[in-house]
């Protein structure tokens, strides 16, 4: 009975070993396709974290044309030199609207 619980054991140990390989496969691969041309690309989550806005919005600004957007395999992708641009855009025209105080 000894025997076959040390047999268990190894078995186990090589199954884990495979699940280890199999995650880091994984993990290298997602790396891998999440990029376009050398650049990386962000899913609607992570640019509804980024920007701190609902998914309407993030949807409003797609549908306006105000942020580029990549559709692969039916999921939604942005760049994220794309997603700086959104940012600094809105900033210069945030800041443009304020006027001084007493000009």
């Known amino acids: 009975m000894n025997?076959?619980?040390?047999?268990?054991?190894?078995w186990m140990e090589r199954i884990m070993e495979r699940f280890d390989i199999?995650?880091?496969?994984?993990?290298?691969?997602?790396?891998?396709?999440?990029d376009i041309d050398g650049e990386e690309l962000l899913d609607n989550q992570?640019?509804?974290q980024m920007l701190k806005i609902s998914s309407r919005s993030l949807q409003r600004?797609?549908?306006s044309g105000r942020?580029?957007?990549?559709?692969?395999?039916?999921k939604i992708y942005y760049k994220?030199?794309?997603?700086?641009?959104?940012?600094?855009e809105s900033f210069s025209a945030h800041t443009a609207r304020k006027k001084p105080i007493g000009d």
């Open 3 to 10: 025997v076959e619980r040390l047999e268990f054991m190894a």
């Open 22 to 34: 199999l995650g880091e496969m994984v993990s290298e691969s997602r790396k891998k396709n999440m």
């Open 46 to 48: 992570d640019v509804l």
């Open 61 to 63: 600004y797609r549908s």
């Open 67 to 74: 942020l580029c957007y990549y559709s692969i395999s039916g």
């Open 80 to 88: 994220l030199s794309d997603v700086q641009q959104f940012i600094r």
